[in-house]
């Protein structure tokens, strides 16, 4: 009896083995062997677990390294005010037998989420306390406030204070809720074309294999008379069978910039005539096309959430993005589309006005999206369109969760739009330098910002709460005034 009991028990351990051998190593599906659901702002790469888990038994410090890999220069543009080299200086070593903050994982566990909070905090709200219990006890301003208001409050942030500091708050107290037009204006630069290409393109060898392909301008070197003449068949041949898409690229931007088919849907390779024509058309371009031009833009794309399974190597489709795990509402309509460059510009027209407003109203159906066209500020969208404001007074979606960034290339002053939908939402005051004080004062929009319920109704109204902390600024410069 013994003995087959001791060949079962061979049997089922064997098989176990095999099977979770088999998950870890050959297996693409590796959904058997999450210990829980990923955070929202994992949620997309969850079966990707190479992504964080780079070394199977690497510890720690591969966690760590995983982290900063993906979020070191979001860190450093923040200004960290808790880098990881402040806790390892020998004066903290005490702190550290409380919080171990040298690592990411210490604040934000994954795959814990019955314990997760805003921002992936898996921490008790009142951690502040732990370092800082003496501000509580000696600072007559901070006696007797909770712990857990430290960020509540709109004075503190962990990693990102820029728009919090004491200074900051008293600089931009005061003024209108709401900016004059002219000011407003002048304060929302148009975007530089010229921002959007990436500079290599300037590059002989690179005009080469992108423009002449795109153009037909005969090259001395990379294109012969005889390829010339196969490319621009194949272009004719191509617009013939699709007048539709044809008109569509004659109104774009791109037919206007003097690209095209063979910009997107011909390899460089295309331009020998040794190569097939048909084996070099891509029918169906996708983001390293839009890339090997737009590459500030890829880069933000791929490091928000519309395109962080693109960038793990993942087919992504937005029926996976669903409202489960997300937090977020989408359309049943566009459960199936891939989530790529054209999902919001457009395979051929690539209208950006559509992609502002339009193309993210027909994906999500969150109430915060949904009251977008009853709010003022799709009213502002509307005079524009019709003409009697200035463009620069357009509010859309895009106006605040895709902001224009101003920034020297070759020292030059450009704008270009961030496409890094996610990078001034971590966390949401991160929008009050970038976005909100173009049009409004400080007080309001650090108020509105804090005001779920205003939020939720895409700011139909004013706050109706109100955060004290200018209050409290101003109140400590002004006795300092006095002392002095």
Same mark, same amino acid.
């Given at each position: 009896?013994? !003995? =087959?009991? =001791? ?15 088999? @998950?870890?190593?050959?297996?693409? %599906? ?15 790469? &969850? ?12 510890? $720690? ?5 995983? /982290?900063?890999?993906?979020? #070191? ?23 550290? #037998?409380?919080? %171990? ?13 019955? $314990? ?31 712990? %857990? ?9 962990? *990693? ?49 294999? @992108?423009?002449?392909?795109? !153009? ?32 569509? =690229?004659?109104?774009?931007? *791109?037919? $206007? ?37 737009? #590459? ?89 369109? &019709? ?12 106006? /605040? ?54 939020? $939720? ?14 209050? =409290? ?6 006795? !300092?005034? @006095?002392?002095?």
């Amino acid at each position: 009896m013994k !003995k =087959w009991l =001791w060949i079962f028990w061979v049997l089922i351990t064997l098989s176990v083995t095999g099977f979770y051998g088999y @998950k870890m190593t050959l297996d693409e %599906d590796k959904s058997e062997l999450l210990i829980g659901d990923a955070t929202h702002g994992h949620f997309q790469i &969850e079966l990707a677990c190479e992504s964080c888990h780079t070394e199977p038994f690497g510890g $720690q410090e591969v966690i760590q390294t995983a /982290c900063t890999n993906c979020h #070191q220069q979001e860190l450093k543009d923040a200004h960290d005010s808790h880098p990881k080299k402040k806790f390892t200086d020998p004066r903290n070593a005490d702190l550290l #037998q409380v919080i %171990d903050a040298r690592y990411c994982v210490s604040c934000h566990t994954e795959h814990q989420e019955e $314990q997760t909070q805003d921002m992936g905090l898996t921490l008790p709200t009142d951690y502040c306390f732990h370092c800082h219990q003496s501000v509580g006890e000696e600072r007559p301003s901070h006696k007797d406030l909770p712990f %857990d208001s430290c960020a509540s409050s709109g004075c503190h942030n962990y *990693h990102d204070n820029k728009a919090l500091y004491e200074s900051f708050l008293v600089a931009n107290s005061g003024g209108e809720w709401i900016k004059h037009l002219d000011e407003i204006n002048a304060n929302r630069p148009a975007p530089n074309a010229a921002a959007s290409i990436a500079p290599e393109l300037i590059a002989p060898e690179l005009i080469a294999s @992108k423009f002449i392909a795109s !153009k037909l301008i005969a090259s001395e070197s990379a294109v012969t008379e005889k390829a010339s003449s196969a490319i621009n068949a194949l272009f004719a041949e191509k617009m013939a069978e699709h007048p539709d898409i044809n008109n569509h =690229w004659q109104a774009s931007a *791109h037919e $206007q910039a003097g690209m095209s088919c063979g910009g997107c849907h011909l390899t460089g390779a295309s331009t020998n005539e040794q190569t097939s024509l048909a084996a070099a058309w891509i029918e169906k371009p996708g983001v390293e096309q839009c890339q090997s031009c737009h #590459q500030k833009e890829a880069k933000g794309f791929l490091e928000g959430k519309h395109g962080m399974k693109l960038a793990q190597g993942y087919i992504a489709k937005i029926s996976e993005m669903s409202s489960e795990h997300s937090g977020l509402s989408f359309s049943e309509l566009v459960q199936d589309n891939q989530h790529g460059c054209n999902s919001c510009h457009g395979a051929h027209s690539f209208d950006t006005k559509y992609a502002a407003t339009e193309a993210c109203l027909s994906c999500h159906t969150d109430e915060h999206s949904q009251n977008f066209n009853t709010s003022p500020h799709a009213l502002l969208k509307d005079n524009v369109l &019709e003409g009697s404001l200035a463009a620069a007074s357009q509010v859309t979606c895009a106006t /605040c969760h895709l902001p224009r960034v101003k920034e020297k290339q070759a020292g030059t002053e450009v704008v270009r739009v961030e496409h890094n939908q996610n990078l001034n939402l971590r966390p949401n005051e991160k929008m009050i330098r970038s976005v909100c004080m173009d049009c409004h004062n400080l007080e309001f929009s650090i108020d509105a910002l804090a005001d779920e319920t205003l939020i $939720q109704s895409n700011f139909n109204g004013k706050p109706g709460k109100h955060i004290e902390s200018i209050d =409290w600024a101003l109140k400590r410069d002004q006795k !300092k005034a @006095k002392k002095e």
